[in-house]
Nanobody, 123 residues
Framework: QVQLVESGGGLVQAGGSLRLSCAAS????????MGWFRQAPGKEREFVAA????????YYGDSVKGRFAISRVNAKNTVYLQMNRLKPEDTAVYYC????????????????WGQGTQVTVSS
């Protein structure tokens, strides 16, 4: 079992930046692909970014390519999401996700979820 706790959400003006963190605890000795999803009010949960266990492979949703960057520090069991040039449409609850061995780019592939952190971008 793995527990994921997100932090770093908040309110930011359009064009600004935020960095989200996700700390993993529990059975972290196993290898996990990590990622982020988001869900805006009235919308389905959407894939944002994923990173392999080694950190050597990353993948992004089309709406955030070139603006967001995912990274991880395995020694700290932490994954980050640097969000730049934020737009009002980035407003959502952001969820950390983990998948055993591989990256998850769809909800059905995720094995563990965090509780979510709210990001609000004002225009």
């Amino acid at each position: 079992q793995v527990q994921l706790v997100e932090s770093g959400g908040g309110l930011v003006q359009a064009g600004g930046s935020l960095r989200l963190s996700c700390a993993a605890s529990g059975r972290t000795s196993s290898t996990y692909g990590m990622g982020w999803f988001r869900q805006a009010p009235g919308k389905e949960r959407e894939f944002v970014a994923a990173i392999s266990y080694s950190g050597g492979i990353t993948y992004y949703g089309d709406s955030v390519k070139g603006r967001f960057a995912i990274s991880r520090v395995n020694a700290k069991n932490t994954v980050y999401l640097q969000m730049n040039r934020l737009k009002p449409e980035d407003t959502a609850v952001y969820y950390c996700a983990a998948r055993r061995s591989l990256m998850a780019t769809t909800q059905s592939e995720v094995h563990y979820w965090g509780q979510g952190t709210q990001v609000t971008v004002s225009s």
